[in-house]
């Protein structure tokens, strides 16, 4: 168990350097920075002096080394556009974009994990179809149109929930519906296809000859193991809800983490962009490491070498 | 003194709906287990030995259908219980083994928590007292240490050990009836005697009623008390070991004893006899006996109508053929 939590560690550390290159190596992407920052009406000078300034005229391993010792400390730099420390506006937003993704993984999994374990008790029964309808649905559905959906029944033919903002809780409602209700086919089917092929084990027909009752089986004996796959999608599904929450979060207009990812991409205010790749990715990677430490937790095979 | 009967089973018959028509695997078998008896069931792979078995613990199939006359366990009609009632016997006053030890174990759980899982689903006993009984029942497993095997994880056992746990929990509510299906089949052959052994010693200790299923004849004539051969679906000759062994009356179980050496009697070097054909398609409703096809006695008689289970071999011994012993003999 300690070497496999070291192993994996050591593995999320690489993960975590190679992304902070290729965040590092945005700037680079769009062509010189200094001319860029300049502008249009910029003289050589301008650029030259822009270039000494933010340190662009240095080698790049120098740069891309004090760029990550400086980020590692929290420190991003300044926002081109706000011209307040990015950290700080990274850090104001991201508990916003945290909550949405927590509300709608929630969403996901108690909506996906009692259907999937409903049509394998009963595959091919009403239930069964009913689930895979809303699957197929779900994954042929874009976001941004299910939002919209979402927007013109709830918000302005019912009246039920606010439209927009971040304020009350009854502002996240929607918004976790529509960025969870995308993962929520795929957590369908993999509860299904677990349970599916666990309730033919022979464990569980040992469970059933020891007399336990049904729940115990199914609960007990079977989701334990039928889940574990389940928990990897959630995590990596997880990370794409937070790239999804751009969208969502721009046409609910929630001050979150996208929105500024919205934001910052028209203003081209790169060390922004910057820092909320990089945040996103490494808590990305953060969460895979622990879905597998909770696999690890769950499956003994894997905790009891 | 009669003997305390445990289980009888009359008529029991399984029909499966199969995409080229309705299977009968299970065809009116009848057969009873005693207090403290050992009953061998023995035929060839897929004559429906372990739907059998399931079928007495209801534990069969979704689309398995089953019906039958007779199905009482000691004074329990288990033909009028509900599902919920019969998981009240399952683990409890009847228990299975199953044939493959390495998968019948849940990874997930420790070795303790799947032993004591039975007696406080029964309300028998409390945590502290099943885990006690669980220790004291690996250790007559012949389990070492068992006190930290309880903490240990199946895939951390051999499989050998695994199939000990597994009679370990088949004993742990003290049960009437052990129903054991090829409990050996998977494990290494210096350890299926081992087994095999101690399911005896325990059975006899226990006072239980043992359902052995196998392919083992060896064993058969060692340890079971009765034995009951069935083949297609159907038991052909059922009786008390030493009438099988001394006077197998049916042509297949003279072809399956041709199939096994007997110390002292068959010669070295001699060939060992085999029963040539296959078994026949169990789709749709067969007149007549089953065995027909391979059976080198067959005529007309067979196959025209139904052959019954006869008693004419005395009170312990019946057969489903046509023929007399004596018109057999070759
Ligand atoms: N779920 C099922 N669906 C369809 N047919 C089945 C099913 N289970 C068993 N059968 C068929 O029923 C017949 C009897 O099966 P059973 O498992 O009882 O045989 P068995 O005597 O235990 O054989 P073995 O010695 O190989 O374990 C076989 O022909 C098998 O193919
Ligand atoms: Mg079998």
Redesign the interface.
Request: hydrophobic share 25%; charged share 40%; proline share 4%.
């Given at each position: 168990m300690f070497t496999y939590l070291l192993r994996r560690l050591g593995v999320a550390v690489l993960v975590a350097l190679t992304v902070s290159l290729i965040t590092f190596s945005m700037i680079y992407l769009s062509g010189d920075p200094a001319v860029a920052l300049a502008g249009e009406a910029a003289t050589e000078e301008d650029i030259e002096s822009i270039r000494t300034y933010y340190g662009y005229d240095r080698p790049i391993l120098v740069q891309y080394g004090d760029w990550l010792f400086k980020a590692l400390q929290g420190d991003f730099g300044q926002s081109h556009y706000l011209k307040q420390p990015v950290a700080l506006v990274i850090f104001e937003r991201l508990p916003t974009t945290m909550m949405l993704g927590l509300c709608a993984l929630v969403f996901a999994l108690v909506l996906s994990i009692p259907l999937g374990v409903l049509a394998a008790i009963r595959p091919n029964s009403l239930i069964d179809r009913t689930a895979l309808t809303i699957a197929v649905i779900g994954q042929a559905m874009p976001s941004f149109w299910f939002a919209l959906t979402l927007m013109l029944w709830f918000g302005i033919v019912w009246r039920l929930l606010p439209i927009t903002g971040s304020d009350s809780w009854a502002n996240f409602v929607m918004p976790s519906i529509a960025l969870g209700y995308y993962i929520t086919p795929a957590a369908m089917r993999l509860t299904r296809a677990g349970m599916l092929e666990v309730l033919s084990?022979?464990?569980i027909?040992?469970?059933?000859?020891?007399?336990?009752?049904?729940v115990?089986v199914l609960f007990?004996?079977a989701l334990?193991?039928a889940i574990l796959p389940v928990i990897s999608l959630a995590a990596v599904q997880f990370g794409f809800m937070l790239g999804g929450s751009i969208v969502i979060e721009t046409i609910f207009a929630i001050n979150g983490l996208g929105f500024l990812a919205w934001e910052s991409i028209q203003r081209a205010d790169l060390p922004m962009m910057q820092a909320i790749v990089l945040v996103l990715s490494v808590f990305y990677i953060l969460l895979t490491l622990l879905a597998d430490m909770l696999n690890a937790w769950?499956?003994?095979?894997i905790r009891?070498a | 003194m009669a003997a305390e009967r445990i289980l009888e089973v009359e008529g029991l018959s399984v029909a499966i709906p199969t995409p080229s028509g309705m299977l009968h695997p299970v065809q009116n078998v009848k057969f009873h287990v005693d207090r403290g008896e050992t009953v061998a069931i023995v035929g060839e792979s897929g004559c429906g030995k372990s739907l059998t078995s399931l079928a007495i613990m209801n534990l069969l199939p979704h689309r398995a259908m089953r019906s039958a006359d007779r199905l009482v366990l000691d004074d329990t009609d288990m033909l009028r219980l509900g599902e919920r009632q019969m998981s009240d016997i399952r683990g409890n006053r009847m228990s299975m083994i199953f044939q493959e030890p390495m998968t019948s174990l849940n990874p997930a759980y420790t070795i303790g928590d799947q032993l004591t899982e039975g007696p406080r689903r029964h309300g028998q006993s409390g945590m502290s007292e099943a885990r006690d009984r669980a220790v004291w029942l690996l250790e007559k497993v012949g389990i070492t240490a068992a006190t930290n095997r309880l903490r240990q994880y199946p895939h951390q056992l051999s499989g050998g050990l695994r199939q000990r746990v597994m009679i370990a929990m088949a004993l742990m509510c003290g049960p009437d009836l052990i129903i054991a299906d090829e409990p050996t089949t998977a494990l290494d052959v210096t350890i299926q005697a081992q087994i095999l052994h101690l399911l005896a010693e325990l059975q006899r200790e226990f006072r239980t009623g043992l359902i052995l299923i196998t392919h083992d004849l060896g064993v058969v004539a060692r340890v079971a008390d009765r034995v009951a051969v069935m083949y297609a679906g159907q038991i052909v000759e059922e009786g008390t070991a030493h009438r099988i062994f001394t006077t197998p009356s049916h042509p297949y179980t003279r072809g399956l004893l041709d199939c096994i050496p007997i110390p002292g009697k068959t010669a070295r070097g001699s060939h060992l006899g085999s029963i040539p054909g296959i078994v026949p398609s169990l789709i749709g409703e067969m007149p007549g006996c089953h065995f027909a096809e391979r059976c080198r006695h067959a005529t007309g008689r067979c196959t025209s109508r139904p052959v019954g289970l006869g008693d004419g071999l005395g009170p312990d011994h019946r057969v489903r053929c046509v023929f007399s012993p004596e018109e057999l003999q070759p």
């Open positions: 084990a022979d464990y027909r040992t469970a059933r000859a020891k007399g336990l009752r049904s115990t007990k004996h334990r193991n769950l499956d003994p095979r009891v | -």
